[in-house]
């Protein structure tokens, strides 16, 4: 993968994942233990996330992205993910995840208040919050090899705490 392939495909994998904040507003019942297979993952979520596919052409190449979102009364939490047939170059990997922390805010209407670099079962990520006025997103962006991945949480009142995102964090664990 080339870096503008992986740019590009970090840039359409944040911008579908864009619109979060929608759903808040549902009742909080006990948290689920969950498993994407297709996504490689299993998390706890605080209910059963849904399931949304859709198709983005990053350099003329087509790839599935899939969100799999769960929505509270206060809290809008997720994970993105998309795979190519090839890893990014070692040097492309921070900017892949620069424009894609880049490309939620430009998607959130908000802008980057915190950016760290981090690392995730030893691959590079990048931990990030955004803000707009009335709500606040974190977000963890990272590759592990061929597969991209974006967890997030958010809330419609910046001050609130993201307990269901640190928990999915927390839990977060590949399944192979």
């Known amino acids: 993968m080339t870096r503008r392939t992986g740019a590009a495909l970090a840039l359409a994998l944040a911008a579908l994942a864009s619109g979060r904040l929608a759903g808040c507003g549902r009742a909080t019942p006990a948290p689920v233990a969950f498993s994407a297979k297709d996504a490689d993952f299993r998390a706890v979520f605080p209910v059963t996330p849904k399931r949304l596919v859709k198709t983005a052409t990053p350099s003329g ?3 599935d992205v899939i969100t799999y979102e769960a929505a509270t009364n206060g809290e809008d939490i997720g994970v993105v993910f998309t795979h190519s047939a090839t890893a990014p170059a070692a040097g492309d990997v921070q900017k892949a995840l620069d424009a894609a922390i880049d490309a939620e805010a430009a998607d959130f209407s908000g802008s980057v208040s915190s950016r760290v670099t981090a690392t995730v079962a030893g691959h590079p990520a ?45 839990t977060f664990q590949w399944t192979s």
Do not use: C
């Open 61 to 63: 190449a087509s790839v």
């Open 126 to 170: 990048q931990d990030a919050v955004i803000s707009r006025s009335g709500a606040s997103f974190r977000s963890r962006a990272f590759f592990r090899d061929n597969r991209f991945y974006v967890l997030f949480g958010g809330t419609s009142k910046p001050e609130d705490p993201h307990p269901n995102y640190d928990r999915m964090l927390q």
